[in-house]
């Protein structure tokens, strides 16, 4: 088993609850990392627009979407509770498909910029 972190770089400030998104993250790597013996996670840190993109890689058998009538569980489950709270912050979750593994994605938006102070004129 094999974790990647990236570098620590500034990210923007995040219009989220700290605290929700860390129980998030360590609900989603421990599905990911319940899924196999020889796992391979990459977690990559990026901006895009008005979000912080938190992407969560790992080489897992591909997530199974439960159908309309079942019941979700396990990683699935975690994904729906997932993109539900991110909801509640203006965030989501996105998967979107590779040929190998899974990429989950947290699209945290970022906070309103504050405005810069009108500047007085001279008279």
Request: hydrophobic share 40%; charged share 30%.
């Amino acid at each position: 088993e094999s974790l990647r972190l990236p570098r620590p770089k500034p990210f923007p400030p995040l219009r989220v609850d700290v605290d929700a998104v860390h129980q998030l993250l360590v609900l989603l790597l421990t599905g990911a990392l319940a899924e196999g013996e020889s796992l391979h996670l990459r977690i990559e840190l990026r901006e895009e627009g008005r979000f912080g993109v938190i992407a969560l890689l790992d080489d897992a058998p591909a997530i199974q979407d439960a159908d309309g009538a079942a019941t979700p569980r396990g990683r699935e489950l975690a994904l729906r509770v997932a993109d539900s709270v991110l909801r509640g912050f203006g965030g989501r979750l996105e998967q979107p498909s590779r040929r190998k593994g899974n990429r989950v994605e947290l699209w945290l938006r970022q906070a309103p910029r504050a405005r810069k102070a009108r500047s007085a004129r001279a008279r």
